[in-house]
């Protein structure tokens, strides 16, 4: 089973975000929405889309998303087989957060590292 297959989105926290979400935008031009983030779709070498996306976002210092983590980022790795991974994570003792999420955008679960770090691990629904 393959694993990992990309990176599906980076998160991260900031005192101001507001100020840093318009910084990011003004000076780096990175399209910043409503939900204070972007999400870049893939193409290739031509500028073709390719069918997936990376999601960015700058949350709130006091936004508890990546709890348990006390990190102030979160990466959300893509996968292709959710619960198979999962499973396997279990079977070799990783700290696999219980709660899966399934919704319109695929299905998620969560895993801390050794550090401690939280992990998101995105299986993008059909044809995403």
């Known amino acids: 089973m393959k694993r990992v297959t990309g ?6 926290k900031a005192k101001d975000a507001p100020a840093l ?4 935008k003004r ?31 700058i949350a709130p210092a006091d936004e508890d998303d990546f709890a348990p983590s006390p ?11 959710l619960h198979g991974l999962i499973a396997a994570l ?3 003792g990783c700290n ?4 899966i999420d399934e919704s319109e955008y695929g299905t998620f679960a969560w895993v801390l590292d050794p ?7 995105w299986q993008p629904p059909v044809g995403g």
Do not use: C
């Open 27 to 57: 000076h780096l031009g990175i399209d910043v929405q409503e939900w204070g983030g972007a999400a870049f779709a893939w193409s290739d070498a031509e500028g073709q889309p390719t069918g997936g996306m990376t999601a960015w976002r």
């Open 90 to 92: 279990k079977a070799e």
């Open 7 to 12: 990176i599906g989105g980076i998160f991260f």
């Open 21 to 24: 979400q318009a910084w990011y």
């Open 71 to 81: 990190a102030a980022f979160m990466v959300n790795y893509r996968v292709d087989d």
């Open 115 to 121: 550090e401690g770090n939280k992990i998101e691990l």
């Open 96 to 99: 696999v957060l219980e709660k």
